[in-house]
């Protein structure tokens, strides 16, 4: 038998724990100190700078995802002269084009990173997100060419990178993560979405401010041509652009990082005792296979008792045809849909409520004030919702635990809306702003974080990544529901000359029906506060019973798993 080889990767961000134990022979014994290692180390600078890498990847996606009502409202102004604004068609389909190609990288990138590897395809993602967002910056149209038509191209192939991350990112994230304070270090990662909001705000009060002069000189959006024009055209290139700044500073790092140690030891080696190989196992390698012509005979009868499955399509859909695992995976996803339906729906078009609600254009006298309006507005949802809500999720998903949290939010959602639906007419535009404000509170401070932490954690390794992905693929569908199905309706009625958004209290009583059925979803989730990945997913560690299983049954082997499971778990 060979020598075990070393596995590539590693950087002060990421530990490669699988090779601080390949001395140890016995690969039961290494893979249960090595995740030992992971669960129980303290937490300390190694898991910020982890956090940090992966996080800085969701910052740039959520720049990115969020800058669209700003680009949209500026396209109008610079393509459609003498309008303003952009049909409502061709706004929709800009907004969908992202999610529209997130729904392929999370199902695609998902996938791959279960077969492939997740040090393999961590990294790709970025190139997706770096190359588009430039690209996109850069473009313009001509006389065969619409550029709403180059945009929308664009925003689908960078969605592909930006659905890449979210499985990657989140997955990583939990298998490197010490147990106790796992869900803080992915509500960490994920919270990084509320600065990326946050820089693409201030972006955009800054490029306004630097272009006031000739803003001015337009009293209304629809007059903003010549000098002004020119001035919103380099604005939203200036947007979009910027937001590739961060992601070529993550790059390395997610190019660098090692093979997680579960991916390592539960994927890379095929455990079924008939086709035993962990030659794979040892040797690492990202796109290796394992070699099915080195055994270690002596462990066969032990390996039999901790088997875990061979990943296959056949053994994915015997894994989902239990009633159990399809009602978690079912519960994960609907939630993930449900909260998309609402949340995307209000946040991409931030810049159409705040104008509905009087707040951009209120005494606004010029493009100017109009546009300032719009980026201090989104700036004080953000400050005074979105971010602390995030990190409020941050400092209480350990102790408060996945589940309340996530019920607590969909409930007070669903009130939220309910009375911006309802009272709608009745409620002054401060009023509405404020109720606003506090829905995206507890949009981060409830289901918009859970939905992304407990799909990390409750699926077995071998399908952690595609489950991620197609309960956060799920999540898409339902923003493009939210925007291209409900979100439009809010238009529904309007008159040349009066209100074009007659139907918004309606639409707003429609996102608090979604909220409502993510209440009974979080039913089918599970409380995964300070449980290892191994305890949640059914795959317990029984590498300390390796003698006792040479002399004993397969009935007394199963009574003693959860025995050792919880040596690893202390």
Not at 76 to 103: C, F, H, N, Q, R
Not at 326 to 346: E, H, K, P, Q, R
Not at 414 to 437: D, E
Request: glycine share 10%; aromatic share 12%; hydrophobic share 45%.
């Amino acid at each position: 038998m060979g020598a075990p080889q070393k596995t590539a990767g590693g950087n002060n961000a990421y530990h490669n724990f699988y090779n601080d134990f390949l001395h140890i022979k016995d690969p039961n014994e290494r893979r249960r100190l090595a995740l030992a290692e992971v669960d129980r180390a303290p937490f300390g600078w190694y898991h910020v700078r982890a956090v940090a890498v992966a996080g800085v990847g969701f910052f740039t996606d959520s720049y990115d995802i969020f800058t669209v009502s700003l680009l949209t409202l500026m396209l109008g102004i610079v393509y459609y002269p003498g309008e303003g604004k952009m049909p409502t068609t061709s706004d929709t389909a800009i907004k969908l084009a992202t999610s529209a190609g997130t729904v392929i990288g999370q199902v695609g990138f998902g996938a791959a990173a279960d077969i492939f590897g997740r040090k393999s395809m961590y990294g790709l993602e970025l190139l997706f997100i770096i190359f588009a967002t430039l690209a996109q910056a850069l473009a313009s149209g001509s006389p065969s060419i619409n550029i709403i038509g180059i945009i929308i191209f664009w925003r689908v192939l960078m969605g592909v990178g930006i659905g890449g991350d979210y499985p990657l990112s989140s997955i990583i994230t939990s298998e490197f993560a010490t147990t106790k304070w796992r869900g803080a270090m992915m509500g960490a990662v994920f919270a990084m979405q509320g600065l990326g909001q946050l820089a693409a705000a201030f972006v955009m009060l800054f490029v306004t401010l630097g272009f006031k002069k000739s803003l001015e000189a337009a009293p209304t959006l629809a007059s903003c041509t010549g000098d002004c024009a020119v001035a919103v055209d380099k604005m939203w290139r200036t947007v979009i652009g910027i937001g590739a700044v961060p992601g070529c500073i993550a790059l390395y790092y997610r190019l660098t990082i090692p093979e997680t140690p579960r991916y390592t030891f539960d994927v890379k080696k095929d455990v079924e005792q008939a086709s035993d190989d962990i030659e794979a196992f040892k040797t690492g390698k990202p796109k290796g296979q394992p070699d099915e012509a080195t055994r270690i005979v002596a462990k066969q009868e032990a390996e039999k008792e901790m088997e875990i499955p061979k990943a296959s399509w056949g053994d994915f859909f015997r894994h989902y045809s239990k009633r159990k695992n399809a009602m978690l995976l079912a519960g994960t996803a609907l939630s993930w849909c449900f909260l998309d339906i609402a949340y995307y729906g209000v946040s991409l078009n931030n810049a159409t409520i705040l104008n509905v609600i009087g707040y951009s254009t209120t005494g606004a006298k010029n493009t100017y004030e109009i546009l300032y309006n719009t980026a201090v507005g989104n700036l004080i949802i953000v400050l005074a919702g979105a971010v602390p809500g995030y990190w409020v999720t941050v400092f209480t998903v350990d102790t408060v635990g996945r589940k309340p949290i996530q019920f607590m939010g969909f409930g007070i959602l669903t009130i939220l809306f309910v009375v911006m639906g309802f009272a709608y007419k009745h409620l002054s535009p401060h009023a509405l702003l404020a109720i606003f404000v506090l829905a995206q509170f507890f949009f981060n401070f409830g289901p918009n974080a859970t939905t992304f932490i407990v799909p990390g954690e409750v699926f077995p390794t071998r399908y952690r990544s595609t489950s991620h992905g197609l309960s956060a693929a799920m999540g898409k569908i339902g923003s493009i529901i939210g925007q291209g199905a409900i979100a439009p309706l809010r238009t529904r009625g309007a008159v040349k000359g009066g209100n074009p958004n007659p139907w918004m209290n309606h639409v707003l009583e429609i996102y608090a029906l979604f909220m409502l059925l993510g209440v009974g979803t979080t039913f089918l989730i599970p409380e995964t506060k300070r449980k290892t990945l191994e305890e949640l997913s059914g795959e317990f560690d029984m590498s300390g019973e390796v003698e006792a299983q040479r002399d004993t049954t397969v009935t007394e082997n199963k009574t003693e798993a959860p025995s050792s499971s919880a040596v690893v778990n202390v």
